[in-house]
């Protein structure tokens, strides 16, 4: 028997995730990978899907991070970083060659890290610590797994936000809110307020995109920027940006996706600021 927890926490497949969504098989490498590089709760779901429906883009989800790689890796019978990437090549490009793929940072350095045990050694350094040869040998493995690469960066200005909401996702279990795609769950359970944890999430927020940084001048690239905060104002404008960048003269189509802050998400940024506020001298 579960309780009403045990409901708020369960998790309701990603429709996206499934074989319904995969393309006919692709022999070979793709021809470009489309890199959404960013860091949970900064809309890269918002943008992916949007991506995705315009058609030709890939399915740009987070194949590598620990959250969806265990059910790809089952579905395909791809336990292993190379294996993986086989079969996210042979599944999900697009007919039109190009596959897309969301990467977080720790994934980045999962994926190096696999193939090169020695690179461990770089753990928990800070960007601004650490060598430029690391970065060109995790550029090394960018190219390795994701032929001709076009790069978005998409990050979020309002660090505070962002940690409440990741907090939020992990403590309630909702990371999206979709309706359609039967993948909202409406339960409520209260999440504790815990500054330090907040303050934490913000600072490794800091750290992943000071290493994203480092890694694309390592790499010589420029990539598309975007903001959280201008996409969520500016849906089609920023969306119809990244698709010009990207060679697609698609127009955005309207989101499935809901906004998932609320009054108790703000209650709890009002807090944080109310008590920070207080231990500032």
Same mark, same amino acid.
């Given at each position: 028997?579960?309780?009403?927890?045990?409901?708020?926490?369960? /998790?309701?497949?990603?429709?996206? =995730?499934?074989?319904?969504?995969?393309?006919?098989?692709?022999?070979?490498?793709?021809?470009?990978?489309?890199?959404?590089?960013?860091?949970?709760?900064?809309?890269?779901?918002?943008?992916?899907?949007?991506?995705?429906?315009?058609?030709?883009?890939?399915?740009?989800?987070? &194949?590598?991070?620990?959250?969806?790689?265990?059910?790809?890796?089952?579905?395909?019978?791809?336990?292993?970083?190379?294996?993986?990437?086989?079969? /996210? @090549?042979?599944?999900?490009?697009?007919?039109?060659?190009?596959?897309? =793929?969301?990467?977080?940072?720790?994934?980045?350095?999962?994926?190096?890290?696999?193939?090169?045990?020695?690179?461990?050694?770089? *753990?928990? /350094?800070?960007?601004?610590?650490?060598?430029?040869?690391?970065?060109?040998?995790?550029?090394?493995? =960018?190219?390795?797994?994701?032929?001709?690469?076009?790069?978005?960066?998409?990050?979020?200005?309002?660090?505070?936000?962002?940690?409440?909401?990741?907090?939020?996702?992990?403590?309630?279990?909702?990371?999206?809110?979709?309706?359609? *795609?039967?993948?909202?769950?409406?339960?409520?359970?209260?999440?504790?307020?815990?500054?330090?944890?907040?303050?934490?999430?913000?600072?490794?927020?800091?750290?992943?995109?000071?290493?994203?940084?480092?890694?694309?001048?390592?790499?010589?690239?420029?990539?598309?920027?975007?903001? &959280?905060?201008?996409?969520?104002?500016?849906?089609?404008?920023?969306?119809?940006? /990244?698709?010009?960048?990207?060679?697609?003269?698609?127009?955005?189509?309207?989101? @499935?996706?809901?906004?998932?802050?609320?009054?108790?998400?703000?209650?709890? $940024?009002?807090? &944080?600021?109310?008590?920070?506020?207080?231990? $500032?001298?």
């Amino acid at each position: 028997m579960t309780d009403s927890s045990d409901r708020a926490r369960r /998790v309701v497949p990603y429709d996206l =995730v499934s074989a319904e969504h995969d393309y006919p098989k692709w022999d070979g490498p793709p021809q470009r990978t489309v890199l959404t590089c960013t860091h949970p709760r900064s809309g890269s779901t918002l943008l992916g899907e949007a991506l995705y429906f315009a058609g030709g883009l890939g399915c740009p989800l987070e &194949y590598f991070h620990a959250g969806f790689r265990p059910s790809f890796a089952r579905r395909w019978n791809a336990p292993g970083f190379d294996t993986l990437s086989d079969a /996210v @090549r042979r599944h999900r490009t697009a007919p039109t060659g190009t596959m897309g =793929v969301k990467l977080f940072w720790n994934d980045i350095e999962e994926i190096a890290r696999d193939a090169d045990p020695d690179l461990e050694r770089f *753990a928990n /350094v800070l960007p601004a610590e650490t060598p430029a040869d690391y970065y060109v040998a995790l550029a090394g493995h =960018v190219a390795r797994f994701f032929p001709n690469p076009q790069l978005v960066h998409l990050w979020r200005e309002d660090r505070l936000r962002q940690a409440i909401s990741a907090m939020l996702a992990v403590e309630t279990g909702r990371w999206r809110s979709i309706p359609e *795609a039967h993948d909202d769950n409406n339960t409520r359970i209260a999440a504790p307020f815990d500054i330090a944890r907040i303050e934490q999430i913000m600072a490794y927020s800091d750290y992943c995109h000071g290493h994203f940084r480092n890694l694309f001048a390592a790499m010589g690239a420029i990539p598309h920027s975007l903001t &959280y905060e201008a996409l969520t104002a500016d849906y089609a404008g920023s969306v119809r940006a /990244v698709l010009r960048h990207l060679d697609h003269d698609a127009e955005p189509g309207a989101p @499935r996706m809901r906004r998932q802050a609320d009054g108790a998400s703000e209650a709890m $940024v009002l807090r &944080y600021l109310r008590e920070r506020a207080v231990r $500032v001298p």
